[in-house]
């Protein structure tokens, strides 16, 4: 081993691996969670329901706004629910299930490494690699269920391989019992994908080894224990709604990864560039990494990384509906392979690559630099006002700070290796605080609303013409009925029951309600207008409101009229 490539003893590198990668986990993903505002449409509609399960006490059927909502199951609302109910309806109380969920899903690929590998540089590599992974790193701060769901996939195979490297029985007993844990809380948290990854590894990984024996024998232990989790919870939401698994199953199942009508329809390809640009800053080591890991696939850990990898690609790229962040359950077992190759090159001296792969990035940090300054020259992208430029100012040191860090690495290759990671985590933690007003109005409404929040706390009916919108508004006022006008999509499932029916608002009847609802009290309305129909909508309200407006997004008040 090369001593000026490795400055650090193994057994520094033991001791002080876990508290750096902690360090930069708080510095670049858990302190920027509050900087910007609620993304639409997931992140407002994410903290609706699980505020509204603390505000109704109803822990077991899903709604979104008061109207039931069955497009997923309910964990993932749990765990998001507890951010809220422990650091309260704020944009860290909704996103920290998102960043805790990373955070254990990179110190699995720690300990997984340590256990393929018993090297302390190859298991700080794979963490830090997963932790850097441009798509991993922009999910931690996003409030969705992909974080969570990506965690209890990750533990499915981690406990999986736990069982079948360990000696001991009663250590097999116990890493059995964590699968089931693992697919229950899956299943609980995304469905019946939960159950299917791992029994699409399991299988063929234990026939290739000729353990099939093994896996009839324990494999009902990880069973029990999975319908122990999820049963509880089966049973409950379909005694408070009998309709849920026919909606959840055939909707969101069979007709999205099978139906000719199904969501995100995709080529079969889409996840082939997804995957180099999902692996940024790292992409270079793709091809390397994937030349190691087939010159050692017949190694029973590499072998297993393999399955990890490519049949879960495999299936998502064979399914009809593809959205990109269902691959983030394949990225784990890919940091694996990459950690492995990238410290052999190290210790080998072999910079030629990573030098490639600093300059590449350093290159795609100029052109982005130069493309900001030639949009602000020539379309003034950053208004002059002083939070404008303070915003211009954060997207100008996060792309310095990525070009400096992605030169680093280009010029010491073997001992700068790991500075890319610095590079996407300023990216992740100054690109969405630095956003411009224009696109901050377009997609977070939610910042607009919070302005006015006081006079639309003072209302008592709101309306709105968009779910985005309608979402934020409930979140912000803690209120859940939000009355739809000219607009259903997603709860269109809810809105077809009979005692939603008086939730719908459209062109017709807008005069009616209007009318009726003044007299109950003020009504407060936020409207996104981005065409002609929805112009003609703002024209058919009352005159005499009080009006705000930011880019696309008008909020009116409405006092109320005597009887």
């Given at each position: 081993?090369?001593?000026?490539v490795?400055?650090?003893?193994?057994?520094?590198?033991?001791?002080w691996?876990?508290?750096?990668?902690l360090l930069?986990?708080?510095v670049f993903?858990?302190?920027?969670l509050?900087?910007h505002?609620?993304?639409?449409?997931d992140?407002?509609?994410y903290?609706?329901?699980?505020?509204?399960?603390l505000?109704?006490?109803?822990?077991?059927?899903?709604h979104?706004?008061?109207?039931?909502?069955?497009?997923k199951?309910?964990?993932?609302?749990?765990?998001?629910?507890?951010g809220?109910?422990?650091?309260?309806?704020?944009?860290?109380?909704v996103?920290?299930?998102?960043?805790?969920?990373?955070?254990?899903?990179?110190?699995?690929?720690?300990?997984?490494?340590?256990r393929?590998?018993?090297?302390?540089?190859?298991?700080?590599?794979?963490?830090?690699?997963?932790m850097?992974?441009?798509?991993?790193?922009?999910?931690?701060g996003?409030?969705?269920?992909?974080?969570?769901f990506t965690l209890?996939?990750?533990?499915s195979?981690f406990?999986?391989?736990?069982?079948?490297?360990?000696?001991?029985r009663?250590?097999?007993?116990?890493?059995?019992?964590g699968?089931?844990?693992?697919?229950?809380?899956?299943?609980?948290?995304?469905g019946?994908?939960?159950?299917?990854?791992?029994?699409?590894?399991?299988?063929?990984?234990?026939?290739?080894?000729?353990?099939?024996?093994e896996?009839?024998?324990?494999?009902?232990?990880?069973?029990v224990?999975?319908?122990?989790?999820?049963l509880?919870?089966?049973?409950?939401?379909?005694?408070?709604?009998?309709?849920?698994?026919?909606?959840?199953?055939w909707h969101?199942?069979?007709?999205?990864?099978?139906?000719?009508?199904?969501?995100?329809?995709?080529?079969?390809?889409?996840?082939?560039?997804?995957?180099?640009?999902?692996?940024?800053?790292w992409?270079?080591?793709?091809?390397?990494?994937f030349?190691?890991?087939?010159?050692?696939?017949?190694?029973?850990?590499?072998?297993f990384?393999?399955?990890?990898?490519?049949?879960?690609?495999?299936?998502?790229?064979?399914?009809r509906?593809?959205?990109?962040?269902?691959?983030?359950?394949?990225?784990?077992?890919l940091?694996?392979?990459?950690?492995n190759?990238l410290?052999?090159r190290?210790?080998?001296?072999?910079?030629?690559?990573?030098?490639i792969?600093?300059w590449?990035?350093?290159v795609?940090?100029?052109v982005?630099?130069?493309?900001?300054?030639y949009?602000?020259?020539?379309?003034?992208?950053?208004?002059?006002?002083?939070?404008?430029?303070?915003?211009?100012?954060?997207?100008?040191i996060?792309?310095?700070?990525?070009?400096?860090?992605?030169?680093?690495?280009a010029?010491?290759?073997?001992?700068l290796?790991?500075?890319?990671?610095?590079?996407?985590?300023?990216?992740?933690?100054?690109?969405p605080?630095?956003?411009p007003?224009?696109?901050?109005?377009?997609?977070?409404p939610?910042?607009?609303?919070?302005e006015h929040?006081d006079?639309?706390?003072q209302?008592?009916?709101?309306?709105?013409?968009?779910?985005?919108?309608?979402?934020a508004?409930?979140?912000r006022?803690?209120?859940?009925?939000?009355?739809?006008?000219?607009?259903?999509?997603?709860?269109?499932?809810?809105?077809?029951?009979?005692?939603?029916?008086?939730r719908?608002?459209?062109?017709?009847?807008?005069?009616?309600w209007?009318?009726e609802a003044?007299?109950?009290?003020?009504v407060?309305?936020v409207?996104?207008v981005?065409?002609?129909?929805?112009?003609?909508?703002?024209?058919?309200?009352?005159?005499?409101?009080?009006?705000?407006?930011?880019?696309?997004?008008?909020?009116?008040?409405?006092?109320?009229t005597?009887?």
């Open positions: 081993m090369n001593p000026h490795f400055p650090l003893s193994a057994e520094t590198l033991r001791r691996s876990v508290p750096v990668l930069g986990f708080a993903y858990l302190l920027p509050m900087s505002g609620l993304w639409i449409p992140e407002p509609r903290a609706q329901i699980s505020q509204e399960m505000l109704s006490g109803n822990w077991t059927s899903p979104f706004m008061g109207l039931r909502y069955f497009e199951p309910i964990a993932g609302y749990w765990m998001i629910a507890i809220q109910a422990i650091f309260g309806d704020n944009l860290f109380g996103r920290v299930a998102s960043a805790f969920s990373t955070g254990l899903s990179v110190l699995l690929t720690y300990l997984i490494a340590r393929l590998w018993n090297d302390p540089r190859k298991s700080f590599a794979s963490a830090l690699l997963f850097s992974f441009g798509l991993i790193a922009g999910q931690a996003y409030a969705n269920l992909d974080p969570q209890w996939s990750n533990l195979l406990a999986f391989w736990f069982a079948v490297d360990s000696t001991e009663r250590h097999r007993l116990y890493a059995w019992a699968l089931g844990l693992a697919c229950g809380m899956g299943f609980l948290t995304k019946f994908l939960a159950l299917l990854l791992p029994v699409l590894i399991a299988l063929p990984y234990m026939l290739w080894q000729r353990r099939l024996g896996l009839l024998r324990y494999g009902p232990l990880a069973v224990v999975a319908v122990i989790v999820a509880p919870w089966v049973l409950a939401v379909n005694a408070q709604e009998p309709d849920y698994w026919n909606f959840f199953f969101e199942h069979i007709q999205r990864f099978a139906g000719d009508n199904a969501q995100h329809a995709r080529p079969w390809w889409f996840y082939l560039p997804l995957l180099v640009v999902s692996c940024l800053p992409s270079v080591l793709l091809v390397p990494t030349k190691q890991a087939w010159q050692e696939k017949r190694q029973a850990g590499t072998g990384l393999w399955l990890w990898f490519l049949l879960p690609l495999a299936f998502f790229s064979l399914s509906g593809k959205l990109p962040t269902y691959i983030m359950p394949c990225l784990l077992p940091a694996l392979m990459m950690g190759a410290i052999d190290v210790a080998r001296a072999e910079g030629r690559l990573l030098r792969n600093g590449l990035n350093l795609l940090g100029v982005a630099l130069v493309a900001l300054i949009l602000q020259t020539s379309r003034s992208i950053y208004s002059n006002s002083h939070a404008e430029v303070f915003n211009l100012s954060l997207v100008f996060m792309l310095m700070g990525w070009i400096i860090a992605n030169a680093l690495q010029l010491r290759p073997l001992t290796w790991a500075m890319p990671a610095l590079g996407i985590g300023l990216l992740v933690a100054l690109l605080a630095g956003m007003a224009s696109i901050i109005n377009e997609r977070m939610d910042q607009f609303i919070a929040v006079e639309l706390r209302t008592n009916r709101l309306l709105s013409n968009e779910l985005g919108a309608a979402s508004l409930s979140w006022l803690q209120r859940p009925r939000v009355d739809l006008f000219n607009t259903a999509g997603e709860l269109k499932y809810g809105l077809d029951y009979p005692d939603a029916a008086e719908q608002v459209n062109s017709a009847s807008i005069e009616q209007m009318t003044r007299k109950q009290g003020s407060g309305v409207l996104r981005k065409s002609v129909d929805e112009m003609r909508e703002v024209e058919q309200l009352p005159l005499d409101g009080k009006r705000y407006q930011k880019g696309n997004t008008i909020i009116m008040i409405f006092p109320q005597q009887p």
